[in-house]
T-cell receptor, first 111, second 114 residues
Framework: QKEVEQNSGPLSVPEGAIASLNCTYSDRVSQSFFWYRQYSGKSPELIMSIYSNGDKEDGRFTAQLNKASQYVSLLIRDSQPSDSATYLCAVNDNQGGKLIFGQGTELSVKP | GAVVSQHPSRVICKSGTSVKIECRSLDFQATTMFWYRQFPKQSLMLMATSNEGSKATYEQGVEKDKFLINHASLTLSTLTVTSAHPEDSSFYIC??????????FGQGTRLTVV
């Protein structure tokens, strides 16, 4: 069974610090990887996608992918209290866009 | 990004009644949509894959006769919770697939069965 694993947290970082969120996946042939942010009581919001090994930066967010290690991460620089949310890692199941989600990591940024 | 609209955002219904939830892709055609449910403090659980013009594919353990899915057009999928009971109370979320580009989610529907 294809799996996506994340530390559930909570991960607590001070405001202005770098938050590092990690994710591993079991299916070696996966090609597409996504990070979603979910605020309490809201639906997930796509914040990053990555398809190739290496780093992809978008503002304060950097996604990192290492297919050999089956590892994908999300770095949030200059963390703000508004970044406090649950971050979901998702991997494309290669079946018509079906995504497999990790259990999510709860991030808390303390002022 | 792509816009997916889900309606209603909240619904309270009596036990034994049915509730319909709509999911629309507003600015693109979605041949595939997905329906999830989420309990508090838990991750998303995929219920079914909705395919335009064909029957939905349900995940193991999800009752297809209880959770009716219709995907009659490229922009609309509906989920009907039939004969709802309190244990069906949950957060239901739809998403529309962009193929390898991921998926965008609707706003979610908070269902409370009393």
């Amino acid at each position: 069974q294809k799996e996506v694993e994340q530390n559930s947290g909570p991960l607590s970082v001070p405001e202005g610090a770098i938050a590092s969120l990690n994710c591993t996946y079991s299916d070696r042939v996966s090609q597409s990887f996504f990070w979603y942010r979910q605020y309490s009581g809201k639906s997930p919001e796509l914040i990053m996608s990555i398809y190739s090994n290496g780093d992809k930066e978008d503002g304060r967010f950097t996604a990192q992918l290492n297919k050999a290690s089956q590892y994908v991460s999300l770095l949030i620089r200059d963390s703000q209290p508004s970044d406090s949310a649950t971050y979901l890692c998702a991997v494309n199941d290669n079946q018509g866009g079906k995504l497999i989600f990790g259990q999510g990591t709860e991030l808390s940024v303390k002022p | 990004g792509a816009v997916v609209s889900q309606h209603p955002s909240r619904v309270i219904c009596k036990s034994g009644t049915s509730v319909k939830i709509e999911c629309r892709s507003l600015d693109f055609q979605a041949t595939t949509m997905f329906w999830y449910r989420q309990f508090p403090k838990q991750s998303l659980m995929l219920m079914a894959t909705s395919n335009e013009g064909s029957k939905a594919t349900y995940e193991q353990g999800v009752e297809k006769d209880k959770f009716l899915i219709n995907h009659a057009s490229l922009t609309l999928s509906t989920l009907t919770v039939t004969s709802a009971h309190p244990e069906d109370s949950s957060f239901y979320i739809c998403s529309a697939s962009l193929g390898a580009g991921g998926a965008f989610f609707g706003q979610g529907t908070r269902l409370t069965v009393v």
